[in-house]
């Protein structure tokens, strides 16, 4: 019985008698994904990083519980408080008390889990590393360490504190955020990680979950942290930040436009050529697609282009014409001759036409419909080189040329404030 088939699954579930059912929901082993189960080889901290109901909790009390079953004491239960800590850890549906049959369940006194066989658990909270001073642990489950207010300060105390047996370890679970001790704990040679999206454990989440929240948030950028449980990164020095990405709305664009940034070549090692398409959305704008393409022939992206004009019922073809001068537009003809193509050429370098498109977005004027995280990426990885990730910034480019034809060109009705 594996997580992996779950039709399979729930078939043989339904063949099963009630005491059988409940013999093998303890036998974590043939129900676990992976990724829910502790690594192979010579680790020193677990980091199982997941997103939302990935059956984190579930894969830490597991855990735990099978060092207790191997006497392995006491162990460090950490939260990001007390409250957290007994209210998801052990009292949760996921959490220690569930995971364990009657006759081996632990009991809580105060703040101390006692397991039949002696074994100890200690709760302790990381908004208060200081705590961690004085007592010693044999391993500990960490949870949500990307939520501790003061994480390296607590989690450098409980390293301190893991010096009994012949082999501490620990299990750091969490969804991630790109904050200095996940960045520490990925680049220690001694941290095994695994990761998990939400997806993947549906089989044991609320239908109602998954047609609301997964379906409403997955592939924005608060889907891909949130869900998906990928750490997002931001430049300091970054035109963009992902705080500035928020959700289109239902209204329908009064003009829209496909802009296109056409490489130099259309060869392999060629850059992409930029194609995103955007709309007018009151004195705002919302990003609809990016249809970007690599490798990029002359003839392949004209035709890319044209193909979302019609299929977004745009009003013009947007395109850069530095490289290829009147050549663009011919190509463009070539696919159909009726397209509306405005043809536009930077004077400018590409920080200094990327900025007042950034001030859109920190006012809150510019919107993204879900899906655009390579964009997105982009976008924020956009340094003061003009480069992104020591890449052309194609798709950026072509974002540029769009939102600054819909909102700051002559003639454009002037957006309040700019």
């Not at 059956?55 to 007390?82: C, D, F, H, Q, Y």
């Not at 391993?139 to 450098?156: H, I, N, Y």
């Not at 990164?233 to 035109?239: G, N």
């Not at 036409?353 to 982009?378: M, Q, S």
Request: with cysteine; aromatic share 6%; glycine share 10%.
């Amino acid at each position: 019985m594996t997580s992996s088939s779950s039709a399979e699954s729930r078939a043989e579930v339904a063949a099963l008698s009630d005491e059988k059912v409940e013999t093998e929901y303890y036998k974590w082993k043939r129900w676990a994904h992976a990724a829910q189960l502790p690594p192979e080889g010579d680790w020193t901290t677990w980091l199982f990083m997941g997103g939302r109901g990935a059956g984190k909790t579930r894969a830490g009390a597991e855990w735990v519980r099978s060092l207790a079953a191997e006497r392995v004491s006491p162990i460090a239960l950490v939260g990001e408080t007390m409250t957290e800590a007994i209210a998801v850890m052990i009292r949760g549906e996921s959490g220690l008390f569930n995971v364990h049959p009657d006759d081996d369940r632990p009991v809580l006194k105060g703040t101390t889990l006692i397991w039949p066989n002696g074994v100890e658990g200690i709760v302790l909270s990381a908004s208060d590393p200081d705590r961690f001073r004085g007592p010693q642990f044999a391993a500990a489950w960490c949870d949500e360490v990307a939520k501790w207010p003061d994480a390296e300060a607590a989690w450098d105390m409980l390293q301190f504190a893991l010096r009994l047996g012949d082999r501490p370890r620990q299990l750091a679970t969490t969804t991630p955020k790109p904050t200095r001790l996940l960045k520490r704990l990925l680049a220690d040679p001694l941290t095994a990680v695994t990761r998990m999206k939400t997806a993947k454990n549906a089989m044991h989440l609320a239908p109602g979950f998954l047609e609301t929240v997964v379906g409403r948030y997955a592939g924005s950028v608060l889907g891909r942290q949130e869900l998906d449980g990928e750490m997002i990164e931001d430049l300091p020095d970054a035109l963009w930040q992902r705080t500035m990405f928020l959700p289109a709305g239902p209204e329908a664009p009064q003009r829209i436009v496909v802009a296109v940034d056409p490489p130099v070549t259309g060869t392999e090692k060629s850059d992409a050529c930029g194609i995103i398409v955007a709309g007018r959305v009151g004195d705002g704008a919302v990003v609809l697609e990016d249809r970007t393409l690599k490798p990029a022939s002359p003839l392949g992206w004209a035709k890319r282009a044209v193909a979302a004009f019609h299929a977004h019922q745009a009003d013009a073809i947007v395109v850069e014409v530095n490289q290829g001068g009147d050549l663009v537009q011919s190509v463009i003809a070539q696919v159909d001759a009726t397209v509306p193509v405005r043809p536009v050429r930077a004077s400018r370098g590409k920080w200094l036409r990327a900025e007042p498109v950034a001030a859109l977005y920190g006012r809150g004027l510019v919107r993204h419909v879900a899906g655009l995280g390579a964009l997105e990426d982009e976008m924020c990885g956009f340094g003061s080189d003009g480069r992104s990730g020591g890449h052309s910034p194609d798709r950026v480019d072509a974002l540029v040329w769009a939102l600054t034809e819909l909102l700051l060109s002559e003639g454009t009705p002037r957006v309040r404030g700019i």
